[in-house]
């Protein structure tokens, strides 16, 4: 299954609006268990993601049937925490679109579309200015 998912922009600052656009597949494929929204960040060696905004729509509610795509969504972002990329701890903000289904084998599969952006004050991840510092020291202790 293709999922197409775009956002309006790479990078934001705290406190925009965030917008973007998916589509799927016309008609849906049977078998489709759910669509899924979500906007996240999630910290390096972070088992779980933080959700900041989730949509959902299920085949069990009809929800799934009313789903019209592309479906262009937005949302006003946090001001906290910004995208930040250091060698112990990085956060790391993204779109998801995870659409669940019956396989051919009966399991329950999953495909996922995920798109990366930047969220900071200056459009850019933050890193860390510690390592310059320490070198700027050691080099007048020489």
Do not use: C
Not at 44 to 56: A, C, F
Not at 89 to 97: E, L
Request: aromatic share 8%; proline share 11%.
């Amino acid at each position: 299954m293709n999922i197409r998912l775009e956002l309006l922009a790479v990078a934001y600052r705290p406190g925009d609006e965030l917008a973007g656009v998916f589509d799927l597949p016309e008609p849906i494929p049977s078998g489709t268990r759910s669509v899924e929204l979500s906007v996240l960040w999630q910290g390096k060696g972070t088992p779980q993601p933080s959700v900041v905004h989730y949509e959902r729509w299920r085949a069990g509610n009809d929800s799934l049937a009313r789903l019209v795509t592309p479906y262009a969504f937005s949302l006003t972002l946090p001001t906290m925490p910004w995208s930040y990329e250091g060698k112990l701890v990085t956060i790391a903000w993204r779109v998801r679109v995870r659409v669940r289904y019956d396989s051919p084998e009966g399991r329950i599969d999953e495909v996922l579309r995920e798109v990366p952006f930047v969220m900071s004050p200056t459009d850019e991840p933050i890193r860390p200015i510690l390592q310059p510092l320490l070198s700027q020291r050691a080099a007048s202790r020489a």
